[in-house]
């Protein structure tokens, strides 16, 4: 792996409170408006010297734990939209949420029954998109690296 | 056993019930055989594929709160209770988004493990395993409590405790000598065995008696007249349609101790508002009282799910991050799809067998699920007979697998934690495995007397303490660890420590107060905290609180844990950077084997 000969010394250099604010504008400036990363406004940097992302760098672990977060955190909404969402539907509206549907009540209903599909499809979607994430992840670092030898 | 005991055993369900037994025995015993080394025993040689691991997790998951303790909630408190199996479901979501794949990386055999290698900490250690016993503990009661209901129910007259005795020593002898190994594939086994034993019968009730919406539709709420006059749109039913009743529905008469219909099928029914009609308030007066106590029981059992240790200990018998993400999907799905049945045991057990509501203890509504295919006996003779010993034998393979899936991680916190690494950290691998089997039987000991206390408490309702105290303690720690880089081992440790044990206290005090109100022996061993219920027929908002305490143990504990992680800002562990990659960044990039290079000196 290649991986290894990546000088450690790096890490130890920069104190954690040092934040390089002007090489991450640059990384930012390398995200396309969708948050992919794109190759080649990384070469043209000036500070990514070594051609791929300083996989050591706080910019990097920035990078990666704010687009994971990102991803998790809109799914965590979308689902506590629903899971808070129907207490209050309850509270607020208990006669519409009364109506029944086919012997069901409504909550009853969308508690007991239509609840799990709705959380498949929010995990469904996390998955392949976080898995994605890092497989490109992975590309952009070892794509550096093929570059550099 | 007395001759009058013995006749009234019915022999299929003794049959089936024994058969789950057996194949379970023999399969730990099978596979003991093959693990040999202590890797084995604590994760399985971390070989484990996404279908058997996935399985493997449901199976483990599916308690005797799923599978029998769901039901018997809906049963006797109707649509609140619906959030508990949904809740079980949808933690896994949070685990999924948040803690699963970073925590897989970080590779660790357990959280012990992972709170030590997080903050550089031999003390944070000691500290976590203290909670894989406490949650361990408060979840092995209800899976007691159910094998003394299921024993009790094929052996009428056997006394509860008897069950359990018996029950946790099977148990706790295969644990013994089978490890996780063996359990992998009995755990995986056994979620099928109780996807089958809770879907076959509900089938054949539900194609003779009525399908799950007519039965439900049986429990008409009585609105208003104006609600009933009015005017239906074309297509959709109107109120006065689903009032009517449904034909062909039979529904035997409630006794007195069973809720009214319009409370039980509507939310905010029994299991919400007692604290507030024990203290004598108005309907509307307590509404808000139940919702708060709705919102505290969601937060407690979606965090307390991304916090169990017995299932946390799983994602380590993933080969790789991505494995580890895929397991959870399918976990989701095979426990989704086991969640919609157990209600509808609750739903039709009201229509047909509403004599369990003025059953205590094992006799109680808890064993609905064993009790209600018995029905069938009147129309096909055998047939019911034959469905309630296939319920019989999911509920054994409910608490057998969930106990022994409990008992593995308390017994690896003892004997990997507490002997292999404070008491006797030179200790050979062979001193190890002697030790794991000793603590399997301490551990195995303990949970019996335990269990034999329970008897008058709800299995579903301790499952839910359980993952409170989870909640308050593990998720907080997990979820501030993986996400935030500020956080030092006090920060993490008081937060921890103070949630944790602020819903500990709370839950007993809650369980000690219910059990001064039964009228078996458990209410004179507990008669001294008898004035405590005078207490909270006062003070409804405290009782609730104490009752359902995530609400606000919870947000106690993350913001413990950044107030002190601020004030102690210094201590961050100074490689936190390269932690928080081995955490984050794909495993491709090889990083974890980088870090620990640069480790292996120091350790």
Same mark, same amino acid.
């Given at each position: 792996m290649p991986l290894r000969e990546v000088p450690e010394v790096l890490d130890a250099a920069r104190p954690l409170a040092c934040r390089d604010w002007g090489?991450? @504008?640059?990384?930012?400036? $390398?995200?396309? %408006?969708? %948050?992919?990363?794109?190759? @080649? $406004?990384?070469?043209? @940097?000036?500070?990514?010297?070594?051609?791929?992302?300083?996989?050591?760098?706080?910019?990097?672990?920035?990078?990666?734990?704010?687009?994971?977060?990102?991803?998790?955190?809109? &799914? $965590?909404? &979308?689902?506590?939209?629903?899971?808070l969402g129907l207490p209050l539907a309850n509270y607020f509206l208990p006669e519409l949420m009364a109506t029944r549907i086919g012997g069901f009540t409504l909550t009853w209903f969308l508690l007991g029954i239509g609840f799990f599909p709705a959380v498949w499809c929010i995990s469904f979607f996390f998955i392949r998109r976080s898995i994605a994430l890092e497989n490109q992840e992975v590309a952009e670092v070892q794509g550096g690296d093929k570059l550099k030898s | 056993?007395?001759? =009058?005991? +013995? /006749?009234?055993?019915?022999? !299929? *369900? /003794?049959?089936?019930?024994? *058969?789950?037994?057996i194949v379970t025995i023999w399969m730990g015993f099978r596979s003991a055989k093959t693990s040999k080394t202590a890797g084995d025993f604590f994760v399985a040689g971390r070989s484990v594929s996404v279908g058997w691991n996935s399985s493997a997790i449901s199976g483990e998951y599916l308690s005797a709160a799923s599978f029998m303790g769901v039901a018997g909630m809906v049963m006797s408190s109707g649509y609140d209770a619906l959030w508990y199996p949904v809740c079980y479901a949808c933690g896994y979501l949070f685990l999924l988004l948040f803690i699963a794949g970073p925590l897989r990386r970080f590779g660790a055999y357990t959280?012990?493990?992972? +709170?030590?290698?997080?903050?550089?900490?031999? =003390?944070?250690?000691?500290?976590?395993?203290?909670?894989? /016993?406490? *949650?361990?503990?408060?979840?092995?009661?209800?899976?007691?409590?159910?094998?003394?209901?299921?024993?009790?129910?094929?052996?009428?007259?056997?006394?509860? !405790?008897?069950?359990? +005795?018996?029950?946790?020593?099977? *148990?706790?002898?295969?644990?013994?000598?089978?490890?996780m190994k063996g359990i992998t594939l009995v755990q995986a086994v056994q979620y099928w065995i109780k996807l089958f034993a809770i879907c076959v019968p509900i089938f054949v009730l539900m194609s003779v008696y009525g399908f799950y919406g007519n039965q439900l539709g049986a429990n008409a709420v009585s609105l208003t007249p104006a609600a009933m006059q009015a005017p239906a749109a074309p297509g959709i039913p109107s109120a006065a349609d689903a009032v009517a009743p449904r034909v062909g529905i039979h529904r035997a008469v409630l006794p007195e101790k069973a809720p009214a219909d319009a409370a039980w099928v509507s939310p905010f029914g029994p299991l919400t508002t007692k604290a507030a009609k024990a203290a004598h308030l108005t309907p509307e007066e307590s509404r808000p009282y139940s919702l708060l106590y709705t919102y505290s029981l969601i937060i407690a059992l979606v965090c307390g799910t991304a916090g169990l240790p017995h299932i946390l200990v799983r994602f380590y018998t993933n080969p790789n991050g991505v494995a580890a993400k895929r397991t959870t999907m399918w976990v989701m799905i095979l426990i989704g799809v086991f969640y919609v049945v157990p209600p509808v045991f609750g739903v039709m057990g009201r229509n047909l067998f509403p004599d369990l509501y003025s059953g205590i203890g094992a006799k109680g509504t808890d064993k609905?699920?064993?009790? /209600?295919?018995?029905l069938l006996n009147e129309r096909y003779a055998p047939l019911g007979s034959i469905l309630s010993g296939i319920t019989c034998a999911g509920a054994f393979a409910a608490f057998m697998s969930t106990f022994s899936g409990l008992l593995v991680s308390m017994t690896g916190a003892l004997a990997h934690d507490v002997y292999g690494r404070m008491l006797r950290p030179q200790s050979t691998s062979e001193q190890r495995m002697r030790m794991f089997k000793f603590a399997a039987v301490l551990i195995g000991g303990i949970a019996i007397i335990l269990g034999s206390f329970v008897e008058p408490l709800e299995i579903n309702f301790m499952v839910g303490q359980a993952f409170a105290i989870a909640a308050a303690s593990y998720f907080p720690l997990l979820f501030m660890s993986v996400w935030w880089r500020g956080m030092t081992m006090r920060g993490a440790a008081t937060g921890m420590l103070v949630g944790g044990l602020c819903a500990l206290v709370a839950a007993t005090l809650t369980n000690v107060s219910n059990l001064a109100l039964d009228k078996g022996p458990m209410g004179k061993i507990f008669a001294g905290c008898a004035p405590m219920n005078g207490f909270w027929s006062h003070h409804p908002l405290l009782r609730i609180l104490c009752e359902q305490p995530a609400i606000w143990t919870v947000p106690l504990a993350i913001t413990l844990m950044i107030v002190v992680s601020r004030l102690t800002r210094k201590d961050v562990p100074s490689d936190v950077r390269m932690k928080m990659l081995v955490l984050h960044a794909p495993e491709q990039l090889g990083l974890k084997q980088e870090y620990i290079q640069e480790h292996q000196p120091g350790h």
């Open positions: 090489f991450q @504008t640059d990384f930012k400036r $390398a995200l396309d %408006g969708r %948050g992919v990363f794109l190759k @080649t $406004a990384i070469l043209n @940097t000036p500070h990514s010297a070594p051609v791929k992302p300083d996989i050591h760098s706080e910019q990097f672990l920035h990078l990666l734990m704010r687009r994971q977060l990102k991803l998790s955190i809109a &799914c $965590a909404l &979308c689902f506590l939209l629903v899971l | 056993m007395t001759p =009058l005991l +013995a /006749l009234s055993v019915d022999p !299929w *369900i /003794l049959s089936f019930s024994l *058969i789950t037994v959280i012990p493990d992972f +709170a030590e290698g997080r903050y550089d900490s031999p =003390l944070f250690r000691k500290i976590a395993v203290v909670f894989v /016993l406490f *949650i361990g503990f408060f979840y092995t009661m209800p899976q007691m409590k159910g094998a003394g209901t299921t024993l009790a129910y094929i052996f009428p007259g056997l006394p509860y !405790w008897v069950g359990v +005795a018996l029950v946790a020593s099977v *148990i706790t002898l295969n644990v013994a000598l089978g490890g609905i699920v064993l009790e /209600l295919p018995r």
